[in-house]
């Protein structure tokens, strides 16, 4: 069974700060989602990897497959970052491949 | 490009009745995926289907069903309605090629439902 376990469970910081929000899991993976919900909204994709590192914006995702870690970065902070950040992992092979999920990052963003 | 659709929105049960739940995935998309999420036990993997198969399932009792039609468009059910089941469902559109880790997800905006 793959866990899946993320930290900080809560983080409030400052504008303009940097922020990373890491995730690590159990067994090997196909592919690794870093997700972003807003409160009452729904929930949009922001990354999908297997593999190194990808940049979209102000968002940097990074994926260490050899020590099953992965760390999303956030670039010059602003309140509109405030979200639930979810990781989620697809197993890889043995034909149950659906996502498992980490419990969320509650992200808060101060002016 | 129109996005993931979940009807209904909002709805309200009671306990021992059954409901059915609409997904139609982005055009194109093949595969549609199922999630609960409650407050508890955060987003849980219900199902998975691509071109009408079930290609995954979750740990969820037998009363969690699902399928999809030959428009790539999926219906969940859950029949004996318990208090428990009250949780936002979300459905997710994606290409589906296992080769390349079945590709981004795209999530409807989920379906709130109440059991009283």
């Known amino acids: 069974k793959n866990e899946v376990e993320q930290s900080p469970q809560n983080l409030t910081a400052q504008e303009g700060e940097f922020i990373t929000i890491n995730c690590s899991y159990s067994?090997?993976?196909?592919?690794l989602h870093w997700l972003q919900q807003h409160p009452g909204g729904g929930i949009v994709s922001l990354f999908m990897?297997?593999?190194g590192k990808k940049k979209h914006g102000r968002l940097i995702a990074t994926i260490n497959i050899q020590e099953k870690h992965s760390s999303l970065h956030i670039t010059a902070s602003h309140p509109r970052d405030s979200a639930v950040y979810i990781c989620a992992v697809r197993s890889r092979g043995g034909g149950a491949d659906g996502l498992t999920f980490g419990k969320g990052t509650h992200l808060i963003i101060q002016p | 490009k129109a996005g993931v659709t979940q009807t209904p929105r909002y709805l309200i049960k009671t306990r021992g009745q059954q409901v059915t739940l609409s997904c139609s995935p982005i055009s194109g998309h093949r595969s549609v995926s199922w999630y609960q999420q409650t407050p508890g036990q955060g987003l849980q993997f219900l199902f998975e289907?691509?071109?009408?198969?079930?290609?995954n399932k979750g740990n969820f009792p037998g009363r969690f069903s699902g399928r999809q039609f030959s428009n790539s468009r999926s219906e969940m059910n859950v029949s004996t309605l318990e208090l428990g089941d009250s949780a936002l469902y979300l459905c997710?559109?994606?290409?589906?090629?296992?080769?390349?880790?079945?590709?981004?997800?795209?999530f409807g905006e989920g379906s709130r439902l109440t059991v009283l």
């Open positions: 289907y691509f071109s009408e198969t079930q290609r």
């Open positions: 067994v090997g993976i196909s592919a």
């Open positions: 990897l297997s593999s």
């Open positions: 997710a559109s994606s290409l589906g090629n296992r080769l390349a880790g079945h590709g981004e997800l795209f």
